[in-house]
């Protein structure tokens, strides 16, 4: 029994981090786990946005420690690709923005938002952590702008 929820938890994590990699088709979508919560909708855990071919830790543009997604969620619309969600609660994420020499923002390329059903659903931050870095004359300056929510 244990491994037949081990397995529905693996493919749940497995097709949200599909999902949510469709959106970003440039990006690396990663997802440490994901399960459905009887009642609530889907937890997601470590989510992690990382810009290909860029080194260091301005790679990851995006880690969000938890994400709820909730809504009524049936498995079979999770096969499907279509999400009836309702409302969204991102806990702890760290957004990483990048002044780019090419006068380009790093996180311009988290936008739009992933699409997750048919209709936009609210949502809340908390906890948030947004980090600026920019470089001039070879000098970084970061700014740590944390306890963000909305």
Excluded at 24 to 51: C, F, K, T
Aim: glycine letters at 8%; aromatic letters at 6%; a neutral charge.
């Amino acid at each position: 029994m244990l491994f037949f929820y081990h397995r529905i938890d693996d493919e749940i994590r497995r097709r949200v981090e599909a999902k949510i990699a469709e959106q970003y088709p440039e990006l690396n979508v990663s997802v440490r786990s994901a399960r459905i919560i009887s009642g609530q909708g889907i937890e997601i855990r470590g989510l992690s946005i990382v810009e290909p071919g860029v080194s260091g830790p301005t790679a990851e543009l995006a880690y969000l420690e938890e994400v709820l997604l909730e809504g009524n969620i049936d498995w079979k619309e999770l096969v499907q690709g279509e999400l009836s969600i309702t409302n969204i609660v991102i806990r702890r994420p760290t957004v990483r923005v990048t002044h780019r020499d090419d006068g380009s923002w790093s996180a311009a390329k988290l936008f739009p938002l992933p699409k997750l059903g048919k209709l936009p659903p609210r949502g809340v931050i908390e906890n948030g952590v947004i980090e600026v870095l920019e470089v001039k004359h070879g000098l970084p300056f970061r700014v740590f702008l944390r306890e963000a929510a909305a």
